[in-house]
């Protein structure tokens, strides 16, 4: 019982790796808070590039169009914390963090 139940853990630790694809809505809330949150979930989330060459989440949005989602290929960190370069004004909440590697606007 010991045995199957370390090899579940190990699976379950090797998967949480993996990267996955993500469909991130924007919420558009005047806070310094995160602004995300993975389509049909509650859970405010922060997007963080992967790298400098991939444009950033939080830019791409018109400031008008709504809903505006993004569908993002990453994995999330473990634990909360605040995005690297994150700027805004205010003190940030800590939140998950989704760090992405691949990002596409959603159309409608």
């Known amino acids: 019982m010991t ?5 579940l853990s190990a699976i379950l630790l090797l998967n949480s790796n993996e990267e ?3 469909v991130a809505v924007y919420s558009a809330i005047s806070c ?8 049909d979930e509650k859970e ?6 992967d790298n400098e060459k991939l ?3 939080d830019r791409l949005w018109d400031g008008k169009t709504l809903p505006f989602q993004v569908v993002v290929m990453g994995k ?3 634990g909360k914390g605040i995005p690297k370069g994150y700027g805004t004004k ?3 909440e800590p939140a998950k963090i989704f ?3 691949e990002i596409r606007v959603l159309k409608e």
């Open 3 to 7: 045995k199957l139940l370390v090899l």
């Open 20 to 22: 996955k694809e993500i």
């Open 32 to 39: 310094p808070c995160a602004q995300w949150k993975v389509k």
């Open 44 to 49: 405010n989330i922060y997007l963080e590039r």
């Open 55 to 57: 444009p950033e989440a």
């Open 76 to 78: 999330f960190k473990k």
């Open 90 to 92: 205010g003190q940030p």
């Open 99 to 101: 760090v992405y590697s």
